[in-house]
């Protein structure tokens, strides 16, 4: 099991930034791939960005390419999600999202996210 802590969501004015942070705790060993995902009402939820195993390679959503910015901090098991330049399209419910080796996938209990205009 993986339990996934997130925060640092809130409101923001367009333009503006937020750090989000997902803390993981447990069987942290088994942890493949740790992202962001991000849901509207009545939408499916969306890959944001996320960042692979060891390699530590990460790919993002077209729409917030070179706006946001993934990273990792092993030792803490923690992830984060830069946000800049913010856009009211970037208003939703933010979820972290880990893929251990066995392709269980796991969630957090999300984040909300609005932007304003």
């Known amino acids: 099991q993986v339990q996934l802590v997130e925060s640092g969501g809130g409101l923001v004015q367009a333009g503006g930034s937020l750090r989000l942070s997902c803390a993981a705790s447990?069987?942290?060993?088994?942890?493949?791939?740790m992202g962001w995902y991000r849901q509207v009402p009545g939408k499916q939820r969306d890959m944001v960005a996320r960042?692979?195993?060891?390699?530590?390679?990460?790919n993002y959503a077209d729409s917030v390419k070179g706006r946001f910015t993934i990273s990792r901090d092993n030792a803490k098991n923690t992830i984060y999600l830069q946000m800049n330049s913010l856009k009211p399209e970037d208003t939703a419910v933010y979820y972290c999202?880990?893929?251990?080796?066995?392709?269980?996938?796991?969630w957090g209990q999300g984040t909300q996210v609005t932007v304003s205009s």
């Open positions: 447990g069987s942290t060993f088994s942890i493949n791939t």
């Open positions: 999202g880990v893929i251990t080796t066995s392709a269980t996938v796991y």
């Open positions: 960042i692979f195993g060891r390699s530590g390679i990460t």
